[in-house]
């Protein structure tokens, strides 16, 4: 899994219209990792890295981290959530 900084999962939040605790909820974790991650505070372990982002890709997110680029963009999927308009 490659590394996925702060603010691509603030960015993926905001692609699905998720607050910090829907997220939380999804990965099975608290919201102070979550929040602490986003804010760049601390180092994000392996473990708590890999639950948020399965939970981000289980419902379309795709992490971009290419030569040159980083970012996020959400693929739509018949039966996931729309992006807000």
């Known amino acids: 899994m490659e590394k996925i900084s702060g603010a691509q999962v603030k960015a993926a939040r905001a692609l699905l219209n998720w607050s910090q605790e829907d997220l939380a909820e999804k990965a099975s ?4 990792p979550i929040s602490r991650m986003e804010r760049g505070v601390v180092s994000t372990r392996k473990g708590t890295m890999k639950l948020i982002a399965m939970a981000l890709e289980e419902v379309g997110i795709e ?3 290419e030569e040159g680029w980083v970012g996020v963009k959400l693929k739509l999927n018949q039966g996931l959530p729309q992006p807000p308009a």
């Open 29 to 32: 974790l608290t919201m102070t």
């Open 63 to 65: 992490f971009i981290n």
